[in-house]
T-cell receptor, first 113, second 116 residues
Framework: GENVEQHPSTLSVQEGDSAVIKCTYS??????FPWYKQELGKRPQLIIDIRSNVGEKKDQRIAVTLNKTAKHFSLHITETQPEDSAVYFCAATNSGGYQKVTFGTGTKLQVIP | NAGVTQTPKFRVLKTGQSMTLLCAQDMNHEYMYWYRQDPGMGLRLIHY???????AKGEVPDGYNVSRLKKQNFLLGLESAAPSQTSVYFC???????????????FGPGTRLLVL
Protein backbone atom coordinates (compact mmCIF):
# COMPACT_ATOMS: atom_id res chain seq x y z
CA GLY A 1 0.00 0.00 0.00
CA GLU A 2 0.82 3.68 -0.01
CA ASN A 3 3.46 5.03 2.39
CA VAL A 4 3.80 8.76 3.04
CA GLU A 5 6.81 10.21 4.83
CA GLN A 6 6.79 13.78 6.12
CA HIS A 7 9.64 15.99 7.29
CA PRO A 8 10.44 17.74 9.51
CA SER A 9 8.37 16.63 12.49
CA THR A 10 8.80 20.04 14.14
CA LEU A 11 9.64 23.41 12.65
CA SER A 12 10.19 26.76 14.32
CA VAL A 13 10.42 29.96 12.29
CA GLN A 14 10.44 33.65 13.05
CA GLU A 15 7.35 35.59 12.10
CA GLY A 16 7.69 36.79 8.54
CA ASP A 17 10.03 34.00 7.47
CA SER A 18 9.09 31.16 5.14
CA ALA A 19 8.34 27.57 6.14
CA VAL A 20 8.72 24.49 3.98
CA ILE A 21 7.36 21.03 4.74
CA LYS A 22 8.26 18.08 2.54
CA CYS A 23 6.54 14.76 1.88
CA THR A 24 7.39 11.72 -0.20
CA TYR A 25 5.04 8.99 -1.31
CA SER A 26 5.60 5.47 -2.56
CA UNK A 27 2.67 4.61 -4.83
CA UNK A 28 3.14 6.03 -8.32
CA UNK A 29 -0.62 5.62 -8.88
CA UNK A 30 -1.43 8.29 -6.28
CA UNK A 31 -3.01 11.27 -7.99
CA UNK A 32 -4.38 13.63 -5.34
CA PHE A 33 -2.31 15.30 -2.64
CA PRO A 34 -4.11 17.38 -0.01
CA TRP A 35 -2.61 19.31 2.88
CA TYR A 36 -4.48 19.69 6.15
CA LYS A 37 -3.96 22.11 9.01
CA GLN A 38 -4.90 21.10 12.52
CA GLU A 39 -4.96 23.69 15.25
CA LEU A 40 -4.66 22.55 18.84
CA GLY A 41 -7.78 20.67 19.92
CA LYS A 42 -9.47 21.15 16.57
CA ARG A 43 -10.26 18.97 13.59
CA PRO A 44 -7.98 18.80 10.51
CA GLN A 45 -9.07 21.15 7.75
CA LEU A 46 -7.99 21.28 4.14
CA ILE A 47 -5.82 24.26 3.26
CA ILE A 48 -4.64 23.40 -0.23
CA ASP A 49 -4.46 20.42 -2.56
CA ILE A 50 -2.83 19.48 -5.82
CA ARG A 51 -3.56 16.88 -8.46
CA SER A 52 -1.06 14.84 -10.40
CA ASN A 53 -1.58 16.77 -13.63
CA VAL A 54 -0.38 20.01 -12.01
CA GLY A 55 3.14 20.91 -10.88
CA GLU A 56 2.39 23.87 -8.62
CA LYS A 57 -0.57 25.58 -7.02
CA LYS A 58 -0.75 28.80 -5.03
CA ASP A 59 -3.31 30.33 -2.72
CA GLN A 60 -2.21 33.63 -1.24
CA ARG A 61 0.67 32.85 1.16
CA ILE A 62 0.63 29.10 0.71
CA ALA A 63 1.78 27.04 -2.24
CA VAL A 64 2.26 23.38 -2.99
CA THR A 65 4.64 21.82 -5.49
CA LEU A 66 4.58 18.30 -6.87
CA ASN A 67 7.35 16.30 -8.50
CA LYS A 68 5.78 13.12 -9.84
CA THR A 69 9.06 11.69 -11.08
CA ALA A 70 10.68 11.93 -7.68
CA LYS A 71 7.37 11.23 -5.90
CA HIS A 72 7.59 14.14 -3.55
CA PHE A 73 5.51 17.20 -2.82
CA SER A 74 6.05 20.21 -0.59
CA LEU A 75 4.09 22.87 1.24
CA HIS A 76 5.46 26.40 1.23
CA ILE A 77 4.18 29.10 3.57
CA THR A 78 5.54 32.60 3.03
CA GLU A 79 5.40 35.60 5.38
CA THR A 80 4.46 33.36 8.28
CA GLN A 81 2.19 34.69 11.00
CA PRO A 82 1.52 33.46 14.54
CA GLU A 83 -1.85 32.08 13.43
CA ASP A 84 0.00 29.73 11.09
CA SER A 85 1.17 27.81 14.17
CA ALA A 86 -0.45 24.38 13.96
CA VAL A 87 0.21 20.80 12.92
CA TYR A 88 0.26 20.27 9.17
CA PHE A 89 -0.45 16.92 7.53
CA CYS A 90 0.28 15.93 3.99
CA ALA A 91 -1.64 13.08 2.39
CA ALA A 92 -1.78 11.03 -0.76
CA THR A 93 -4.64 9.17 -2.30
CA ASN A 94 -4.85 6.47 -4.91
CA SER A 95 -8.08 6.34 -6.83
CA GLY A 96 -7.26 2.87 -8.09
CA GLY A 97 -10.23 1.23 -6.43
CA TYR A 98 -9.38 1.74 -2.79
CA GLN A 99 -10.62 5.28 -2.31
CA LYS A 100 -8.66 5.90 0.84
CA VAL A 101 -6.16 8.46 1.96
CA THR A 102 -2.77 7.89 3.55
CA PHE A 103 -1.52 10.66 5.82
CA GLY A 104 1.96 11.71 6.77
CA THR A 105 2.86 11.83 10.45
CA GLY A 106 2.51 15.59 10.70
CA THR A 107 4.71 18.66 11.16
CA LYS A 108 4.27 20.91 14.17
CA LEU A 109 4.94 24.44 13.00
CA GLN A 110 5.66 27.14 15.54
CA VAL A 111 5.82 30.74 14.38
CA ILE A 112 7.68 32.87 16.88
CA PRO A 113 6.46 36.49 17.10
CA ASN B 1 -25.87 22.24 7.30
CA ALA B 2 -24.01 20.68 10.25
CA GLY B 3 -21.31 18.95 8.14
CA VAL B 4 -19.80 16.03 10.01
CA THR B 5 -20.77 15.44 13.62
CA GLN B 6 -19.54 12.90 16.15
CA THR B 7 -20.94 11.63 19.41
CA PRO B 8 -19.83 11.43 22.12
CA LYS B 9 -17.14 14.12 22.45
CA PHE B 10 -15.39 12.41 25.34
CA ARG B 11 -15.69 9.05 27.01
CA VAL B 12 -13.91 7.10 29.70
CA LEU B 13 -14.08 3.32 29.56
CA LYS B 14 -12.77 0.54 31.71
CA THR B 15 -10.80 -2.26 30.09
CA GLY B 16 -13.18 -4.81 28.60
CA GLN B 17 -16.13 -2.47 28.25
CA SER B 18 -17.77 -1.88 24.89
CA MET B 19 -18.99 1.27 23.20
CA THR B 20 -20.10 2.68 19.89
CA LEU B 21 -18.98 5.96 18.36
CA LEU B 22 -21.43 7.60 16.00
CA CYS B 23 -20.53 9.69 12.98
CA ALA B 24 -23.16 11.51 10.96
CA GLN B 25 -22.86 13.67 7.83
CA ASP B 26 -25.47 15.68 6.01
CA MET B 27 -23.53 16.33 2.79
CA ASN B 28 -24.71 13.19 0.97
CA HIS B 29 -21.13 11.92 0.74
CA GLU B 30 -20.56 8.38 -0.43
CA TYR B 31 -17.32 7.82 1.42
CA MET B 32 -16.83 7.78 5.16
CA TYR B 33 -13.78 7.04 7.27
CA TRP B 34 -12.70 6.41 10.82
CA TYR B 35 -9.21 7.49 11.89
CA ARG B 36 -7.38 7.42 15.15
CA GLN B 37 -4.86 10.08 16.04
CA ASP B 38 -2.02 9.40 18.42
CA PRO B 39 0.91 11.68 19.26
CA GLY B 40 3.66 11.45 16.66
CA MET B 41 1.73 9.00 14.50
CA GLY B 42 -0.54 11.23 12.50
CA LEU B 43 -3.91 10.00 11.35
CA ARG B 44 -4.22 6.26 10.87
CA LEU B 45 -7.15 4.76 9.02
CA ILE B 46 -9.15 2.20 10.99
CA HIS B 47 -12.01 1.33 8.64
CA TYR B 48 -13.71 3.04 5.76
CA UNK B 49 -16.82 2.77 3.64
CA UNK B 50 -17.32 3.54 -0.03
CA UNK B 51 -21.10 3.43 0.19
CA UNK B 52 -24.12 2.40 2.18
CA UNK B 53 -23.88 -1.23 3.26
CA UNK B 54 -20.16 -1.53 2.47
CA UNK B 55 -17.13 -1.40 4.76
CA ALA B 56 -13.44 -2.17 4.39
CA LYS B 57 -10.42 -2.46 6.64
CA GLY B 58 -7.87 0.28 6.86
CA GLU B 59 -4.40 0.34 8.32
CA VAL B 60 -5.24 -0.49 11.96
CA PRO B 61 -8.59 -2.38 12.04
CA ASP B 62 -7.92 -4.86 14.86
CA GLY B 63 -10.20 -4.44 17.86
CA TYR B 64 -12.73 -2.34 15.95
CA ASN B 65 -15.86 -3.05 13.94
CA VAL B 66 -17.94 -0.72 11.80
CA SER B 67 -21.33 -0.55 10.17
CA ARG B 68 -22.86 1.69 7.52
CA LEU B 69 -26.55 0.86 7.49
CA LYS B 70 -27.52 4.35 6.35
CA LYS B 71 -25.61 6.55 3.94
CA GLN B 72 -25.38 9.39 6.42
CA ASN B 73 -24.15 7.36 9.40
CA PHE B 74 -20.96 5.43 10.08
CA LEU B 75 -20.61 3.64 13.40
CA LEU B 76 -17.38 2.53 15.04
CA GLY B 77 -17.61 -0.17 17.69
CA LEU B 78 -15.18 -1.32 20.32
CA GLU B 79 -16.28 -4.72 21.58
CA SER B 80 -13.75 -5.06 24.40
CA ALA B 81 -11.82 -1.86 25.00
CA ALA B 82 -8.10 -1.98 25.76
CA PRO B 83 -5.78 0.77 27.07
CA SER B 84 -4.03 0.74 23.67
CA GLN B 85 -7.24 2.12 22.20
CA THR B 86 -6.90 5.34 24.17
CA SER B 87 -6.81 7.92 21.41
CA VAL B 88 -8.64 10.69 19.63
CA TYR B 89 -10.98 9.32 16.99
CA PHE B 90 -11.91 11.35 13.93
CA CYS B 91 -14.57 10.57 11.43
CA UNK B 92 -14.41 12.02 7.93
CA UNK B 93 -16.49 11.99 4.80
CA UNK B 94 -15.82 12.68 1.15
CA UNK B 95 -17.21 12.28 -2.32
CA UNK B 96 -15.59 11.31 -5.55
CA UNK B 97 -16.31 12.20 -9.10
CA UNK B 98 -17.12 9.13 -11.15
CA UNK B 99 -13.97 7.14 -11.69
CA UNK B 100 -11.86 9.97 -10.39
CA UNK B 101 -9.80 10.64 -7.31
CA UNK B 102 -11.19 11.55 -3.96
CA UNK B 103 -12.16 15.09 -3.24
CA UNK B 104 -11.70 16.95 0.02
CA UNK B 105 -12.21 15.05 3.24
CA UNK B 106 -14.35 16.81 5.83
CA PHE B 107 -13.58 15.87 9.39
CA GLY B 108 -15.77 15.70 12.44
CA PRO B 109 -14.75 17.40 15.71
CA GLY B 110 -13.28 14.22 17.17
CA THR B 111 -14.02 11.91 20.10
CA ARG B 112 -11.50 11.67 22.89
CA LEU B 113 -11.49 8.16 24.36
CA LEU B 114 -9.68 7.13 27.51
CA VAL B 115 -9.50 3.44 28.39
CA LEU B 116 -8.39 2.70 31.93
Amino acid sequence: GENVEQHPSTLSVQEGDSAVIKCTYSDSASNYFPWYKQELGKRPQLIIDIRSNVGEKKDQRIAVTLNKTAKHFSLHITETQPEDSAVYFCAATNSGGYQKVTFGTGTKLQVIP
Amino acid sequence: NAGVTQTPKFRVLKTGQSMTLLCAQDMNHEYMYWYRQDPGMGLRLIHYSVGEGTTAKGEVPDGYNVSRLKKQNFLLGLESAAPSQTSVYFCASSYSTSGGPLETQYFGPGTRLLVL
